[in-house]
């Protein structure tokens, strides 16, 4: 199993960013996809989740600003981030579960001016 992150960098803040997690080694339609992020000196956290049948949720912190999405044709699962704050700043990583938990090498986004 693969998760193939993509789609970091840095911006400023208000602006926008699109993330892009590709997936390889399972049945990708039937499997939740997870966002999570990790800033420095901190512990990771669950952003964003889309569920088989497309339900989302989102962290309180990011509700109104991220979307969460999914294209099982492609096997990819995108997180369009926008109105970024410095407080975003981060690493980001993509999981799904498949008897065990899989992890993304992560994508650093800095929201910086």
């Known amino acids: 199993v693969q998760l193939q992150a993509s789609g970091g960098g840095l911006v400023q803040p208000g602006g926008s960013l699109r993330l892009s997690c590709k997936v390889s080694g399972i049945i990708f339609s039937i499997n939740a996809m997870h966002w999570y992020r990790q800033a420095p000196g901190k512990q990771r956290e669950l952003v964003a989740s889309?569920?088989?049948?497309?339900?989302?949720t989102y962290a309180d912190s990011v509700k109104g600003r991220f979307t969460i999405s999914r294209d099982n044709a492609r096997r990819t699962v995108y997180l369009q981030m926008s109105s970024l704050k410095p407080e975003d700043t981060a690493v980001y990583y993509c999981?799904?579960?498949?008897?065990?938990?899989?992890w993304g090498q992560g994508t650093q986004v800095t929201v910086s001016s």
């Open positions: 889309i569920t088989s049948g497309y339900s989302t």
């Open positions: 999981n799904t579960n498949n008897q065990r938990p899989y």
